[in-house]
């Protein structure tokens, strides 16, 4: 369901109400700016709270004061509510830093995940209290805003994996080989690791030098070129940097 197309709907059967003035409507009476978050607007129906939106949902969908709406179109306002609190959440956790789409899904499924058992503690603290509960709707948006966010470049596959190798182990030294294997379970395809590695500047050879010159009073030559090899590192490489200090020693 694309939320967003709910604005046509409300458009077109308000004209349908506004020409039949017996049925009974539901008239969105006040907008209010939000308290504590600017972005966002207070929706009255009747003369009471009812939902809240950012302001590109207001006028996405077409909402003023005076409008009547259906019951139906009204969930439909809930849901493009809910969507829209989501959609921020999520917008805010990826712009802190660049994100993967695996990474993104992970996110939405953990916060869902949180937000269904907080639902469900509240149903059973609610009966246990002698109190009905207040059942509300359980809306799963994650493919949505996995798209939108993808669309609008806030998630970028290629973009993280960039990211990841110029920081990943920056001055600690990673081989390339275990650049590939976190990138790949981070959900970043094989042909996007490929080109993000060609286009880097960092080399297996570089990155060796790295761990040597920290680790190098520590081990024998041996033990070295072994722990280096277990890291991902080509043997051959690895033996040739290690005596390479070795010499200038």
Not at 105 to 120: G, S, T
Request: charged letters at 40%.
């Amino acid at each position: 369901m694309d939320i967003y197309k709910l604005g046509d709907n409300i458009r077109s059967e308000t004209s349908r109400d506004e020409r039949n003035s017996d049925e009974e409507s539901l008239i969105i009476t006040d907008i209010r700016q939000a308290v504590k978050n600017e972005n966002r607007v207070n929706i009255f129906v009747n003369g009471k709270y009812s939902f809240s939106l950012d302001i590109a949902q207001v006028v996405e969908l077409g909402i003023r004061k005076g409008l009547a709406i259906t019951e139906e179109q009204l969930a439909d306002c809930k849901k493009a509510s809910e969507f829209g609190k989501a959609y921020q959440r999520a917008l805010e956790w990826a712009l802190t830093r660049p994100h993967s789409e695996r990474e993104l899904a992970d996110y939405l499924k953990r916060r869902r995940m949180q937000a269904n058992a907080k639902e469900r503690k509240k149903e059973w603290e609610d009966k246990k209290n002698g109190v009905k509960p207040k059942t509300r709707p359980r809306y799963d948006f994650d493919d949505l805003i996995i798209k939108r966010l993808t669309e609008r470049g806030y998630v970028d596959d290629y973009k993280f994996a960039q990211y990841y190798v110029e920081n990943r182990f920056v001055k600690r030294g990673v081989s390339t080989k275990r650049l590939k294997m976190e990138l790949m379970k981070k959900g970043v395809a094989r042909d996007i690791i490929e080109r993000v590695l060609d286009n880097s500047e960092r080399n297996d050879e570089e990155e060796i030098k790295k761990i040597v010159a920290k680790k190098r009073a520590r081990y024998s030559d041996e033990k070295l070129i072994q722990y280096l090899c277990r890291q991902g590192f080509q043997y051959d490489v690895v033996k040739n940097v290690v005596e390479e200090f070795a010499n200038e020693s």
